[in-house]
């Protein structure tokens, strides 16, 4: 379980996954993020308005996934590094990942790394389709890796060497 | 393998000019204005001291000045390296105990 | 030597800087004072983003908070000013103070005095805990984010709290394994993102587990970890080595307190606010009218929650020499708001406990 291991369970992760329907429409953002934290910067990182907190900055985020594009904006933008967007629909069998990364060196275009999953474990190997790096995003780089559909709940890390 | 960080991936490091000094007579080199354990754990050495009673060997904890760093420096003893700066021509000795203090 | 100042700060940390910088904002002249070679205190080592409201630096990372602090402070000039390298070395009556520094020692006359001067690392009892090799999570940070070293090549971090956990993280971006991370409790102390982080990068988080002994002769080669249960009893037969050369101590800070105990100010024991705290009433102010608090030193918390205070304790300090004004009570409600919101929430629960333990007493009083 989540607090005592650190790693969520898929009744955890249950909470937050977009539809099966709405990832067949495309890129969208899986926002891991359990607990009532007083955090709200993925809110106005959210260019499309899709992030919401009702009840103020201790509330859990709610991602409204018609609403979402995919952008990917908020993932360097989250303290906790706990935003990902998936793209169940890049190819036949496999998905694209988009994750935070903030180690050096950082990966890239074409290269292989592993694909690790929650508990650090590798389950694939990936190949890194785009690594965005902006002044503003302040040196969290936002690596997309392409992986099999059916890692595409398990992979959130990956190591190079 | 050097203990210096060379590439990070959020921080770049300032460092003064490259000095040299002395630890327990032998020569190192460290950066100006480092503190003199800081310096000298790069270089691969943590223990600093021996305790007064049981000589048991000691290092570091806190790197705030409120702890177990004392060594002697250019003859004076219970000087705190771990926030005491580097300096070139520097005479860094272990403290065995409490040290001698000169009248 | 003397000299004379309205408002004396103690400590140029994120509580001290944003005390100095409100009350200097608002007219008051102030001396702003730390022992070290710059300020910024503990905010000059975190290299994470910050949590809390995007309307007050959430996103941002903490040594760039201290930068904007640093260049709101150059600004004030006129009215602020600040000595490093300089030490408090005692109250002499309610408003005097004597400064230490490398070239002189010398006394400060002053109206309010706000004490911030932070807390000191925990150290966790086990068997060779003093070898060279085991360090507080602090000085971890600062080998590393200050000075660029690394403090080892393999270390097992002994703490699950916010600390142990970002500490974690920052040591492998500094390109330092951590073998593993101990927590005594049966659950993880800090935030679950900063736990998950960790997780998938292959750190290996032993809940219910706690260091028995630090293994090596003249520095740390290895760490003999066992279970233990809720009640913190070590569970036989459970004990098991790991190899490393580092083991780094996030086990709790206690605030700073002497300088509250010389002006005779009320002190109580809170525990879930880290020990001995001066008590103070809303407006950072303890029971000795001329002595503020604020940060760690009012108990321990968060750097946003140290800035927050720090501008309430300014703008207090500052009203209760020149009067109430719209500007002084206007800083005071937002901070005080702020502080609120972010205590609320089930990761508050404790702080609030622990405020509302000092509330109690100050009423008292």
């Known amino acids: ?161 | 393998m050097s203990l210096r960080i060379d590439d990070h991936p959020v921080l770049s490091f300032k460092k003064g000019r490259k000095v040299s000094f002395l630890f327990e007579g032998e020569k190192m080199e460290g950066f100006e204005g480092e503190p003199i354990a800081a310096a000298l754990h790069a270089a691969g050495v943590r223990l600093l001291r021996h305790s007064p009673h049981k000589h048991r060997p000691r290092g570091f904890f806190c790197a705030i000045g409120r702890c177990s760093s004392m060594m002697e420096v250019d003859g004076e003893v219970n000087v705190m390296t771990c926030i005491t700066p580097l300096k070139e021509g520097m005479v860094v000795n272990r403290q065995e105990g409490h040290g001698v203090i000169e009248p | 030597m003397s000299r004379k100042t309205e408002i004396l700060v103690v400590g140029g940390g994120p509580a001290g800087l944003s005390a100095a910088i409100v009350a200097a904002q608002l007219g008051s002249k102030v001396l702003l004072v730390d022992d070290n070679q710059h300020l910024g205190g503990q905010l000059v080592k975190q290299t994470h983003r910050f949590f809390g409201s995007s309307a007050r630096d959430a996103g941002i990372r903490g040594f760039n908070i201290a930068e904007q602090l640093l260049e709101e402070a150059a600004g004030l000039k006129k009215n602020l000013t600040i000595l490093l390298n300089t030490t408090i070395v005692g109250f002499y009556g309610d408003t005097e103070a004597g400064l230490l520094s490398p070239e002189r020692f010398e006394k400060v006359t002053f109206e309010r005095v706000i004490v911030c001067t932070g807390a000191v690392e925990n150290s966790l009892n086990f068997e060779n805990n003093d070898l060279p090799g085991v360090y507080g999570a602090g000085a971890v940070q600062t080998l590393m984010n200050v000075h660029g070293i690394k403090p080892g090549n393999r270390i097992l971090m002994v703490g699950s709290g916010n600390i142990g956990l970002i500490v974690s993280y920052q040591l492998m971006q500094a390109g330092v394994q951590v073998v593993g991370l101990v927590e005594a409790m049966q659950t993880i102390g800090g935030y679950l993102v900063h736990a998950s982080k960790i997780r998938r990068m292959g750190v290996p988080i032993y809940t219910g587990h706690t260091i028995v002994s630090a293994l090596g002769t003249d520095g740390v080669t290895g760490a003999k970890i066992c279970r233990v249960d809720e009640k913190f009893q070590t569970v036989p037969n459970t004990e098991f080595d790991v190899e490393c050369d580092c083991i780094c101590l996030a086990v709790g800070l206690s605030p700073l307190i002497e300088l509250f105990q010389q002006a005779d100010c009320k002190m109580v024991h809170v525990g879930e606010l880290g020990g001995l705290v001066p008590l103070h009433d809303v407006n950072m102010r303890t029971t000795n009218p001329h002595v503020y608090v604020a940060g760690d030193a009012s108990g321990i918390e968060e750097a946003t929650t140290a800035i927050l205070g720090g501008r309430v304790a300014g703008a207090s300090a500052n009203k209760s020499i020149h009067g109430e004004s719209a500007e002084a009570g206007k800083v005071v409600a937002d901070a005080v708001s702020e502080l609120r919101t972010l205590r609320s929430g089930p990761t508050g629960e404790r702080i609030r406990w622990g405020r509302e333990k000092i509330e109690k007493e100050i009423t008292a009083c």
């Open chain 1, 1 to 161: 379980m989540l607090i005592n291991d650190g790693i969520i369970t898929r009744e955890e992760l249950a909470t937050v996954l977009p539809t099966d329907e709405r990832f067949k429409k495309g890129p969208v953002a899986i926002i891991e993020c359990l607990q009532n934290i007083p955090c709200d910067p993925c809110v106005s990182a959210c260019p499309s308005k899709a992030i919401s907190m009702k009840s103020g900055i201790t509330d859990r985020p709610k991602l409204d996934a018609a609403r979402c594009i995919g952008c990917g904006l908020c993932v360097p933008r989250c303290p906790g590094l706990a935003i990902f967007v998936l793209d169940m629909t890049h190819a036949a069998r496999s998905a694209a990942l988009s994750l935070p990364y903030e180690i050096q060196p950082v990966p890239k275009i074409g290269q292989v790394v592993k694909g690790l999953d929650r508990s650090g474990k590798q389950v694939c190997e990936a190949k890194v389709l785009k690594v965005m790096s902006a002044k503003k995003f302040d040196k969290t780089h936002v690596v997309t890796i392409e992986i099999p559909k059916d890692r595409a709940l398990d992979v959130r890390a990956i190591r190079l060497a």
